[in-house]
């Protein structure tokens, strides 16, 4: 009977955990569907030129400027000060991900209009924005996968969800323009969904571990005596000896039996 109560109290209390998950994922989620369905659908014909405007207009360059700023503070944090938090992260695949979405829109689009016969392909704006394109796209990779490392998918899947399609957005609003004669209820409805988007997010993430706990099955090899590599053995459960550190101990025994 003891036995069946515990396990009916552990299944209550992971049907309450994931019951507080799915909340805090359709927070985060329904946030999203709203500021992606009041967010500008202009559809405009992108040129080299357009593109070239769009690149120094003083939007993108105060927007770049303080993008760049924020970035180079969170790889701080991240690189340097050993903050392996998973907001941070996700802040540093958004900010290339936004990039990425201008870069690939610009490439598209002067792809289309070469197609289409007015050829784009000549002007080295095109260049820029692939050698960008693909620059950030290949760092966008390497953080989204450290992120999958250290934590677990159920919470790096919403939040860069959430982040990605934020970003996307308000990077295509500034640098393309898109919020030009936009009614005021779009705008409102667009904050208000990224406000509902972050409040998941922040749901999510909060009381969370901040890194995977490591495996205690293995041995790191910087706590055996005489040892100065950081690789990992597995026990070896099925011998007589206990992986490396065991056999090194054996060995120390059995010298120390020879010279008495």
């Not at 500008?40 to 760049?68: D, G, K, N, R």
């Not at 700023?69 to 701080?76: G, V």
């Not at 000549?122 to 820029?128: D, G, L």
């Not at 590599?229 to 011998?239: F, G, H, L, M, S």
Request: glycine share 6%.
């Amino acid at each position: 009977m003891a036995g069946g109560g515990a396990s009916a109290t552990i299944a209550l209390a992971v049907g309450r955990s994931m019951e507080h998950n799915s909340y805090r994922g359709s927070l985060a989620i329904t946030g999203t569907y709203v500021l992606v369905t009041f967010a500008p659908h202009a559809s405009t014909h992108i040129t080299a030129h357009l593109v070239q405007y769009y690149a120094i207009s003083w939007h993108f360059l105060l927007y770049l400027f303080v993008e760049v700023i924020l970035f180079c503070i969170l790889l701080y944090l991240y690189k340097r000060r050993g903050v392996k938090h998973i907001v941070i992260v996700m802040l540093l695949v958004a900010l290339l991900a936004s990039l990425t979405v201008i870069s690939v829109k610009a490439v598209s689009g002067m792809i289309t209009e070469s197609i289409k016969g007015q050829l784009q392909l000549i002007y080295p704006i095109f260049y820029v924005m692939l050698v960008v394109m693909v620059a950030s796209c290949a760092f966008q990779i390497k953080f989204l996968n450290q992120a999958m490392k250290m934590f677990d998918a159920t919470e790096v899947v919403p939040i860069n969800f959430v982040f990605f399609t934020a970003s996307a957005i308000v990077a295509g609003i500034i640098f393309y323009q898109e919020f030009e004669g936009l009614a005021l209820l779009n705008i409102f409805m667009f904050l208000f969904g990224c406000l509902l988007s972050f409040i998941g997010v922040f749901l999510i993430a909060r009381n969370r571990p901040k890194i995977k706990q490591q495996d205690r099955t293995f041995i790191p090899m910087d706590r055996v005596p005489g040892r100065r590599n950081i690789d990992k053995v597995q026990p070896e459960a099925k011998t007589q000896t206990y992986g490396s550190l065991a056999a090194k101990l054996m060995c120390n025994r059995a010298g120390e039996t020879d010279d008495s």
